[in-house]
Each structure stands twice: as structure tokens, then as C-alpha cells.
């Protein structure tokens, strides 16, 4: 048996896997907030919750909004701050008395739909979490790829390529939270796409608000959402030039907005090197169940 933990910012949720991928167990419970030692209790109790009501003893993968730093053994990058600096795999593992695995939450999205979703069977898996920030990862060969820093994959704070002058200007304006600007996250985020509605029309919508509107005929939401989709589609088109994966999964918020998958795929051919670009862009099959899926298969076939 295979037990995931999705560690998030307002919720911690478990998920009890057997060996075929069918759910044996699943609770959530509220993250508490600022508190790192009764973070750590909190995540041992829904290990323990879902051994007993299973009855059998599972390894343990945990994604969280960061990763750990290849450098210190360190939780770094976590938007949860209270997890920064924190050696989480190793005082799990003390707790649990069994080795504990740590991925970012978008590795684990990758991993997951690698493992038996939208990416199943693909080598390379370049998955995207386009919610209220914007996460992503490289699953390879159903495995996560971190690289030597611990961040491969993370597209979200590099800047928005092929910029024009619109962007330029709310990019000056829409300065991101990591202390750049023009980041990429600052754009195609649920959060991002809402901004930029702002930024140019002045009035505040949220983004299922803007896509009401859209599927009113509204003039002004439908540019938004071809603004979001081309700035989109050069983002992953930037991706496609560096790594070229067999697969890019969507995932957050704006992944359930169906026509980013006929629309976006033809507008990145404009800018991948060459013009040649067949590269599917799925929604991921397990939805919000993915992260959670994800940190149960860091621990692979046979590897219990």
C-alpha cells in the first residue's frame, strides 16, 4: 500500500493507494497554519488514520508547495512559510520510523499523471498547475526529475517570452511576489489572468466571473481570455524549445476551462523553433486528486 500526503497552505489531505492505483482510503483535514511541529503531528495522525482503517502498513510520499533543497536537506521556495528551513523528510521519517519521500506538489502532479493519467505511457511529462500561482514540474519515466538545484521544471518564475508592448507595461505594473518582474506565473495563473483583466478594463472580476462573461458573447472578457491564451501558449511554447516533453499536463483552476486545449496547442506553433509542434496539451485526468495520487507513486512498483 501506497499513502500520499498533499500538504497545502489551508488543507492536508491523505490518500491510501493499492498496488492496481484504487483509492483504499482518503481524509482531509485543516493545515495548522504557522506551526511546524503540529504540522508534522498533523501529517503523522493521517498516516496512522489510514493505516488503521485499512489495516496495513504503507510507504509514505508527501508533496508540498516547495521542495527540499539538494544543498541543506532544507524545506526552500514553500509558500507556506513556516516549512521554510525545515528538515520535513527527516523529522517525518523520525516520527513515522520509516524513510519518508518529499516532492514538490506539481512534481507529484506530474508523477501522478505519468503514472496512470494523461500522461500515461509518455517518457517525459511536463506538468502545469495554473491556479492561484503557478507550479510545474518534469515527471520522467514515471519518476520525478528535480535536477541539481531541486527546481527543475519551475517555468512559473522565469519571465514570459516574446513579450509585446501590453505586457511590457503590465509587467512594470504587476511586479511578482518572488521580487521579479514579468514572471511568467504573473500572467498565466488564475490569479494572473484576473490581474490582467483588471489592469486593462479597470474593473474587478474574478476568473470563473470573466469566463461567464465569455460565454456571454462579452467583448471585452473574450479578449482576456485570448490574451491569457496566447501568453499560455508562449510559455509552454518556451518550454517545448528547452525540453521538448512527450506530454503537457494542465492542472489548477484554469485547467477546467475546455477551450485552452484546442486553442492554445495551435497558437504555440508560432513560436516553437521551426513552426513544427504536435505536442498534445492534456487536462489531467485526476483533476485535484492529483497531487495527493502523485505523492503515493513517489514510492514506485516494487520499491515497498
Not at 5 to 15: F, Q, R, S
Not at 78 to 102: E, F, H, M, T, Y
Not at 260 to 275: D, I, K, N, T
Amino acid at each position: 500500500m501506497r499513502i500520499g500526503i498533499d500538504l497545502g497552505g489551508t488543507k492536508i489531505e491523505v490518500i491510501a493507494l493499492a498496488d492496481d492505483g484504487s483509492e483504499l482510503f482518503r481524509k482531509r483535514i485543516a493545515t495548522p497554519r504557522h506551526d511546524y511541529d503540529q504540522t508534522v503531528q498533523a501529517i503523522c495522525s493521517l498516516v496512522h488514520d489510514a493505516e488503521a482503517a485499512t489495516g496495513e502498513r504503507g510507504s509514505v510520499g508527501v508533496g508540498i508547495p516547495g521542495t527540499l533543497s539538494p544543498f541543506t536537506g532544507r524545506v526552500k521556495n514553500a509558500n507556506s512559510v513556516w516549512l521554510n528551513g525545515q528538515p520535513l523528510d527527516k523529522d517525518l521519517a523520525d516520527a513515522l520510523g520509516r524513510p519518508v519521500r518529499i516532492a514538490n506538489d506539481a512534481n507529484c502532479l506530474a508523477v501522478s499523471e505519468a503514472t496512470d493519467g494523461a500522461g500515461a505511457g509518455a517518457k517525459v511529462v511536463f506538468a502545469v498547475i495554473i491556479g492561484t500561482g503557478c507550479g510545474s514540474g518534469v515527471a520522467i519515466q514515471g519518476q520525478v526529475h528535480a535536477g541539481g538545484n531541486g527546481i527543475a521544471g519551475e517555468f512559473g518564475h522565469n519571465p514570459l517570452p516574446w513579450i509585446d508592448e501590453e505586457e511590457w507595461a503590465y509587467q512594470q505594473a504587476t511586479p511578482c511576489y518572488c521580487g521579479q518582474r514579468g514572471c511568467i506565473e504573473t500572467f498565466v495563473s488564475g490569479t494572473g489572468f484576473a490581474q490582467s483583466y483588471r489592469f486593462v478594463t479597470g474593473m474587478e472580476r474574478s476568473g470563473a466571473e470573466i469566463m461567464a462573461l465569455v460565454a456571454q458573447g462579452d467583448a471585452e472578457a473574450t479578449k482576456a481570455i485570448k490574451r491569457y491564451e496566447r501568453r499560455l501558449a508562449k510559455s509552454l511554447a518556451h518550454v517545448v524549445n528547452l525540453l521538448d516533453p512527450d506530454v503537457i499536463v494542465l492542472g489548477g483552476g484554469m485547467s477546467n476551462v475546455e477551450r485552452l486545449y484546442s486553442h492554445v496547442p495551435a497558437l504555440m506553433r508560432e513560436y516553437v523553433f521551426g513552426g513544427e509542434c504536435d505536442t498534445p496539451v492534456r487536462k489531467a485526468v485526476h483533476g485535484d486528486s492529483s497531487g495527493v495520487r502523485g505523492a503515493a507513486w513517489l514510492w514506485q512498483r516494487g520499491e515497498q
